[in-house]
């Protein structure tokens, strides 16, 4: 409209300036139509086409105005709920932050429809039901949130975010389950996921996300390392539940790294033993105990049978010689004696473990051991000792 303005006031300059130059010519112009004629000069002519192109200007400026002026009267009523709706869903969303979750809901809930962003209603609608402990509700909101375009990544993250928050694990693991590899990569399922994984001891599951969780920054590479180590240490015991071959096989999978893990080897150690296969890890155990002494992987061995305690008598009593210092060496030295019926041995490396670090623990062993041997008197006391010294 400005530019056919401008042209307009041009034309117009242009026909006053040239105009006054015009006026002395004698041209004329003659138009006619069957009978019907006109004739008029040059000039006069184009002062008609000017006004009537100005005229035709000032015309349709002012349909255009009437036409817009009644579409915007039209949609009054529109236009009012839909500011009204956005004034709502500002609200909502300060009335979550503020723990005003009732007014949050229906705030949210009740405009959805006339909304310009009815996703972020309805999850504000979400989280606040759920604050709510209204469970169904907030599913039923999440499912209408789910139905809209372009958010479902963030749909899929607050419904998971929200079965953490409430503790329904076992609900958000049968959940992931049901998703495609493609939803479970995405940066924001991934940090709430491998949560539910290790609250649920899901092994199998949480040692594929190891490397995307270090990936994304969610974990460190430290922190990487722990469960890459505690998630093997859980499928170790999945194994054992099935079987000591399908234990072994498991444990031989694994990379000389792992297999060499001090903590891994342990639970091997000890779920071999639980289920009668000393003897297929005692050569490697002592190996690595006579190099360091770990105290998990030494208090294995109080799980072992009468037989086999008898039998690493002597790789035990080295362990003493060559770890003086280590309590723990002296103390399962004693309980293996104890399981033998190696009395007065017993009595000998409980009171070498007292001498190192007395404990509650130590001079009850230590009474009961006298109290075998018929050595009541000593035993009382250190029954004594044991009441005294506590916990």
Avoid at 307 to 319: G, M, Q, S
Wanted: aromatic content about 8%; hydrophobic content about 45%; charged content about 25%.
């Amino acid at each position: 409209m400005m530019v056919r303005l401008l042209i307009l006031v041009l034309i117009v300059f242009a026909g006053l300036l040239i105009g006054p130059m015009l006026i002395d010519q004698k041209g004329y112009v003659l138009i006619a139509v069957n009978d019907w004629t006109v004739e008029t000069s040059v000039v006069v002519l184009g002062m008609l086409i000017l006004v009537f192109y100005a005229l035709l200007q000032i015309f349709e400026w002012c349909l255009v105005n009437s036409l817009s002026f009644w579409g915007r009267t039209r949609n009054w009523f529109g236009w009012r709920r839909q500011r009204v709706a956005r004034e709502k869903t500002l609200a909502s969303v300060l009335d979550l932050a503020q723990g005003d979750y009732l007014l949050a809901e229906q705030n949210s809930a009740r405009n959805a429809q006339l909304s310009d962003k009815p996703l972020l209603n309805y999850l504000t609608a979400a989280q606040a039901a759920q604050r709510q402990g209204k469970s169904e509700q907030r599913d039923q909101y999440l499912e209408r949130a789910d139905e809209l375009k372009g958010g479902k990544l963030a749909v899929q993250t607050t419904r998971l975010k929200l079965h953490i928050d409430a503790d329904e694990f076992d609900e958000a693991l049968v959940w992931l389950k049901e998703q495609s590899e493609v939803t479970l990569s995405q940066k924001s399922i991934l940090r709430y996921a491998h949560l539910v994984y290790l609250k649920l001891s899901s092994w199998d599951l949480l040692l594929p996300q190891l490397t995307a969780l270090k990936k994304n920054g969610i974990i460190d590479a430290d922190r990487a390392e722990q469960l890459l180590v505690q998630c093997h240490r859980g499928l170790l015991h999945k194994c054992a539940e099935q079987g000591v071959d399908e234990l072994k096989t498991y444990y031989r999978g694994l990379n000389r790294k792992l297999r060499g893990d001090i903590d891994i080897f342990t639970d091997y150690a000890q779920l071999l033993i639980e289920r009668g296969g000393f003897k297929k890890v005692e050569s490697e155990m002592f190996k690595r105990l006579r190099k360091s002494i770990h105290a998990p992987l030494l208090m294995t061995l109080n799980a072992v049978d009468k037989a086999d305690a008898e039998a690493v008598t002597e790789d035990i009593a080295l362990l003493t010689r060559q770890h003086p210092d280590e309590v723990v060496t002296f103390d399962v030295a004693g309980r293996l004696s104890m399981k033998a019926e190696h009395w007065e041995k017993a009595k000998e490396w409980f009171s070498a473990a007292i001498a190192i670090s007395p404990s509650r623990e130590l001079y009850q062993n230590l009474a009961f051991t006298e109290q075998q041997l018929g050595q009541s008197g000593n035993a009382l006391t250190n029954y004594q000792l044991a009441i005294a010294h506590g916990n």
